[in-house]
């Protein structure tokens, strides 16, 4: 039996407003807090997350190196810790580049509304992938993750795509 998630639904200062089921707050493309985070090696390169096909939304495609939301009583970079090793099976010192708000729909009915904390950290070695969230996992260049978006978009999901067009800068 699966635990009921809830994320932290926010206005546009951050500030907390509520708690709702994750499904329901994606149903009503209600604001809510997130985080994505972005682990580099020391060549530079980015640890890309493939998102496990079962994925309520997404998956299959590719992605940052690890994204979810905070619960009640966590912040945000503890959350991000907590998710890198659930979903990545390690951790690593995390600092917040910066935060922004968008709104993507998706053809399932569901929408991404949330303020989206960009965390980033280093990372040499090779996660442990946890299955029922990630599918597989790659390093790349950032030079050449951005002529395989320019390809192919739809093999990456919307937020990253939108990290990486608008705030490319807040990774370095």
């Given at each position: 039996?699966?635990?009921?998630?809830?994320?932290?639904?926010?206005?546009?200062?951050?500030?907390?407003?509520?708690?709702?089921?994750?499904?329901?707050?994606?149903?009503?493309?209600?604001?809510?807090?997130?985080?994505?985070?972005?682990?580099?090696n020391e060549k530079g390169e980015l640890m890309l997350q493939q998102r496990a096909l079962n994925k309520y939304h997404s998956g299959g495609l590719w992605t940052n190196t690890c994204c979810s939301h905070p619960r009640k009583g966590e912040t945000v970079a503890e959350a991000a810790i907590r998710r890198l090793q659930e979903e990545m099976g390690f951790v690593c010192e995390l600092e917040l580049k910066h935060k922004f708000i968008y709104k993507a729909p998706f053809t399932n009915g569901l929408t991404e509304h949330e303020l989206d904390y960009i965390f980033t950290g280093q990372f040499e070695g090779t996660p442990v992938l946890n299955p029922d969230e990630v599918e597989s996992y790659r390093w790349i260049s950032l030079s050449n993750l951005e002529k395989e978006i320019e390809l192919e978009p739809e093999k990456f999901t919307i937020w990253f795509r939108i990290i990486l067009a608008h705030y490319l800068h807040a990774l370095h």
């Open positions: 039996m699966s635990q009921r998630e809830e994320v932290i639904l926010v206005d546009e200062q951050d500030n907390e407003i509520g708690l709702m089921e994750k499904i329901e707050a994606h149903e009503k493309a209600l604001l809510h807090r997130a985080f994505s985070v972005f682990v580099f």
